[in-house]
């Protein structure tokens, strides 16, 4: 009975523990981003975002390198992003992360995910920062609903 209350009670802190990201999401290394998306979309700052005001567990978002060997720690990066098309002839919009979540040095699990968008409603109205905007808002969702339940090598989205 006493391990199982104390079992409950490490399960209860490890879940309630503040997980820290950047702020801003760094792009990949080798990335094919356009220049144009990664000097007015923003999307680092986005996706941060997004993954903090969507999950369930508490998420500081941190200035400076990461330390993955204190607390719990996820690492991501934003590896793809495009805008190819228009609305009227067809748009190919998506952007595509990884991730992984480590606790006190330890690999935790890992994800990769990719969103697609072709605008919404008024799609013709809207720029490509807009549009992908809306792409890193649901992958922000996508990672806040895995970092409840984080496994290895998941694929999350589209």
Same mark, same amino acid.
């Given at each position: 009975?006493?391990?199982?209350?104390?079992?409950?009670? &490490?399960?209860?802190?490890?879940?309630?523990?503040?997980?820290?990201?950047?702020?801003?999401?760094?792009?990949?290394?080798?990335?094919?981003?356009?220049?144009?998306?990664?000097?007015?979309?923003?999307?680092?700052?986005?996706?941060?975002?997004?993954?903090?005001?969507?999950?369930?567990?508490?998420?500081?978002? &941190?200035?400076?390198?990461?330390?993955?060997?204190?607390?719990?720690?996820?690492?991501?990066?934003?590896?793809?992003?495009?805008?190819?098309?228009?609305?009227?002839?067809?748009?190919?919009?998506?952007?595509?992360?990884?991730?992984?979540?480590?606790?006190?040095?330890?690999?935790?699990?890992?994800?990769?995910?990719?969103?697609?968008?072709?605008?919404?409603?008024?799609?013709?109205?809207?720029? %490509?920062?807009?549009?992908?905007?809306?792409?890193?808002?649901?992958?922000?969702?996508?990672?806040?609903?895995?970092?409840?339940?984080?496994?290895?090598?998941? %694929?999350?989205?589209?």
């Amino acid at each position: 009975m006493l391990t199982a209350a104390v079992a409950l009670s &490490a399960s209860s802190w490890v879940s309630a523990q503040t997980i820290t990201l950047l702020k801003v999401t760094p792009l990949a290394a080798e990335n094919d981003i356009s220049d144009a998306i990664k000097a007015e979309c923003n999307l680092g700052e986005k996706l941060a975002d997004s993954v903090k005001r969507n999950s369930s567990l508490p998420v500081t978002l &941190a200035d400076g390198p990461l330390d993955t060997g204190a607390g719990r720690v996820l690492q991501m990066e934003i590896l793809d992003s495009v805008n190819m098309g228009n609305a009227f002839m067809g748009r190919q919009t998506y952007t595509k992360i990884r991730g992984t979540l480590y606790q006190d040095g330890k690999k935790v699990g890992s994800f990769k995910a990719r969103r697609n968008s072709m605008g919404g409603a008024f799609a013709g109205f809207k720029g %490509a920062c807009s549009v992908l905007g809306r792409t890193v808002e649901t992958l922000g969702k996508d990672v806040g609903g895995w970092l409840k339940a984080p496994t290895d090598e998941a %694929a999350l989205g589209d």
